[in-house]
T-cell receptor, first 115, second 115 residues
Framework: AQTVTQSQPEMSVQEAETVTLSCTYD???????LFWYKQPPSRQMILVIR??????QNATENRFSVNFQKAAKSFSLKISDSQLGDTAMYFC????????????FGAGTRLTVKP | ETGVTQTPRHLVMGMTNKKSLKCEQH?????MYWYKQSAKKPLELMFV???????ENNSVPSRFSPECPNSSHLFLHLHTLQPEDSALYLC??????????????FGDGTRLSIL
């Protein structure tokens, strides 16, 4: 079974600074997908960024980028130039690439961006 | 504007009540999911429907009864719940449970409180 671990329950960052959220996972699969979701106080889970395990290049979406270390089974999220609107819960998620590809989520990291 | 709509947004009920949660997706997806989100815990997958067929029941107590009349609608019928069932219940959809690279889209959730 796959497990996803987010070791930082809460983090804070000053507006305009950079913050990195950690995620590790455990799997015996060689092909899979990793995601970061954001859940603001409005509660809707929003997909922030995704990474295919077979791609060596780290995914980037505007101010959001990941550091994917497949051998270490690590998938951290870096938020650059943090904005107040980035305040939210962030969930790391793992999905197998084959049948029964349900997502497995970490417990989340609560990020607060301070003015 | 979310493609997955959940109603009601909030629900308070007694342990002997019967109520239902509703989820509707407007994305043309074929797979729908129910998750339970409790504080400081990973999202717990409860049920999965793929093309209206239940493909996953994650050892959920029988006091939770899902129903999927078509690929666009998903219900969660509640009966004789316990205080520990108080949580945020999230609905999600994806293109197809068998597709390997399609992330899930989430609704805003129903905040359920059991008195």
């Amino acid at each position: 079974a796959q497990t996803v671990t987010q070791s930082q329950p809460e983090m804070s960052v000053q507006e305009a600074e950079t913050v990195t959220l950690s995620c590790t996972y455990d799997t015996s699969e060689s092909n899979y997908y990793l995601f970061w979701y954001k859940q603001p106080p409005s509660r809707q889970m929003i997909l922030v960024i995704r990474q295919e395990a077979y791609k060596q290049q780290n995914a980037t979406e505007n101010r959001f980028s990941v550091n994917f270390q497949k051998a270490a089974k690590s998938f951290s999220l870096k938020i650059s130039d943090s904005q107040l609107g980035d305040t939210a819960m962030y969930f790391c998620a793992f999905m197998r690439a084959y049948n029964n590809n349900d997502m497995r989520f970490g417990a989340g990291t609560r990020l607060t961006v301070k003015p | 504007e979310t493609g997955v709509t959940q109603t009601p947004r909030h629900l308070v009920m007694g342990m002997t009540n019967k109520k239902s949660l509703k989820c509707e997706q407007h994305l043309g997806h074929n797979a729908m999911y129910w998750y339970k989100q409790s504080a400081k815990k990973p999202l717990e997958l409860m049920f999965v429907y793929n093309f209206k067929e239940q493909t996953e029941n994650n050892s959920v107590p029988s006091r939770f009864s899902p129903e999927c009349p078509n690929s666009s609608h998903l219900f969660l019928h509640l009966h004789t719940l316990q205080p520990e069932d108080s949580a945020l219940y999230l609905c999600a959809s994806s293109q197809d449970r068998g597709w390997s690279n399609q992330p899930q889209h989430f609704g805003d959730g129903t905040r359920l409180s059991i008195l």
